[in-house]
């Protein structure tokens, strides 16, 4: 979800008044032509109100008809448009700003199924054991087939503190499954930063107003607690199960490893309409090398950083396709505090190439495997045997200094340190191997 709000919002009502201003002789005959046939059309939906209002079988409130007629128009549209009422578009705001309340979801809808995009890290849900992919399929028992996303978010909705039960239907699961997820307050951490021997893991979850400014300063203590740039062997971006957000955001964390070229450009329906947004000088980690790890779950903004990225050649892409959305919805304020949220245009990657639907492709394909049964895990290895081990084996010639000792054994505790990672985090563990190749064939 990315979006403009207010600026947006006057560009396209000035945009209006220009078009209106300089309209030909011929273009006003053809929007004569047009007129009735859309007047009559205004004057059918009148006459459908009119009948609903005075004859269906109950009171009806005319406010909620017309709110379901808005949402209508926007739903059949794509499933990224849709109408905001005043409290979903305060509900929009507040997680942009990174705290809101709910299960930690994101969801599209797919030929009338919810399906899940991804869990946010740390939340309900992704505690739960909701997976990117996932279709909820019922919600305390009621079926969520026929409903808009919009009735489907609302009936998820609850207080803090409170039970849902979830039906999930998983692609690889013969039965439909429930799942107990107990509402809390989402405060997403946009930015979390570790190290991982001379490697920085930069774990972004969300694109919200804090990513940037997280992800900078968090950038700088790693640095200056492995002793300064020098020391940096690289580092790892990863946007796995990252919905997007704000494209400002996306477009800062782009131009955080980029000295220049374009980042990514809008087309929206008028020939010659959009925007293109380039880099500027300054790479914060100096030219070392990156990868960066996506999967289904990397969407929108996540999409933009990738591709970009991947398309400069700055960082080596590591995962699996990522989900495709390549549209942007602008945020117009309506009278009486509501909103809609409008599929204005689609995004393009600095070689030219829309991923709408397509997703970005990672260079190394890498899945993430299914973890091993305990009894399979417990299962003993047999114990290997080296040269070291051999009754009257030749000692080695070269005598090492305790600081050369000292440095294998530091290498070999990290390479076993990478090895146990496999089994937690497989595709991080193959992202660590490619930045030690490159770094190894960079000379450090």
Not at 15 to 42: C, D, F, H, K, S
Request: net charge negative; glycine share 10%; proline share 5%.
């Amino acid at each position: 979800m990315m979006t403009k709000f207010a600026l947006a919002s006057l560009g396209g009502v000035l945009g209006g008044v220009l078009i209106a201003m300089n309209v030909t002789g011929p273009l006003l005959a053809q929007e004569r032509q047009q007129a009735p046939n859309v007047y009559e059309q205004l004057d059918l939906f009148g006459n459908v109100f009119e009948r609903i209002r005075n004859e269906y079988v109950e009171d009806v409130d005319t406010s909620d008809l017309i709110a379901a007629a808005i949402n209508g128009m926007l739903t059949s549209l794509d499933p990224h448009s849709s109408y905001l009422p005043p409290e979903d578009f305060d509900d929009m705001r507040t997680q942009t700003r990174g705290s809101f309340g709910g299960l930690g979801i994101e969801v599209t809808q797919e030929e009338g199924f919810i399906k899940v995009v991804t869990p946010m890290d740390d939340t309900p849900a992704d505690k739960a054991g909701v997976e990117p992919g996932d279709l909820i399929t019922h919600v305390d028992g009621e079926p969520l087939l026929g409903m808009t996303l919009a009735e489907a978010v609302e009936l998820m909705r609850g207080p803090v503190g409170s039970e849902i039960i979830v039906t999930i239907a998983r692609e690889g699961v013969s039965e439909p499954f429930d799942l107990s997820i107990i509402r809390d307050t989402i405060r997403l951490q946009a930015v979390r930063v570790r190290t991982e021997g001379d490697t920085v893991i930069l774990r972004l979850t969300t694109f919200n107003e804090q990513t940037f400014p997280n992800l900078r300063d968090g950038l700088a203590e790693a640095v200056e607690e492995l002793g300064g740039i020098d020391e940096l062997g690289g580092v790892v971006l990863d946007l796995r199960n990252n919905p997007g957000g704000l494209l400002t955001q996306a477009v800062s964390v782009s131009d955080a490893f980029l000295e220049q070229g374009e980042i990514v450009s809008t087309r929206g329906r008028a020939e010659g309409e959009g925007e293109r947004y380039n880099a500027q000088a300054g790479d914060l980690i100096e030219g070392k090398p990156m990868v960066v790890l996506i999967n289904g779950g990397s969407a929108s903004a996540s999409e933009i950083v990738a591709g970009a990225l991947q398309d400069h050649r700055r960082a080596i892409i590591v995962g699996t396709r990522s989900f495709g959305k390549g549209s942007v919805q602008t945020v117009m304020p309506l009278r009486g505090d509501g909103a809609i949220r409008l599929t204005t245009s689609r995004y393009y990657t600095p070689s030219g190439r829309s991923i709408q639907a397509l997703g970005v492709s990672p260079d190394i394909l890498v899945e993430q495997p299914s973890r091993a049964p305990i009894e399979e895990a417990e299962t003993p290895t047999p114990n290997s045997r080296f040269e070291a081990d051999l009754r009257g084996r030749l000692d080695n010639g070269d005598n090492l200094s305790e600081e050369e000792q000292r440095q294998m054994e530091e290498e070999r505790a990290r390479v076993e340190e990478v090895a146990q990672l496999r089994e937690e985090d497989y595709q991080l563990a193959y992202a660590l191997d490619i930045l030690r190749g490159l770094t190894a064939l960079n000379g450090r």
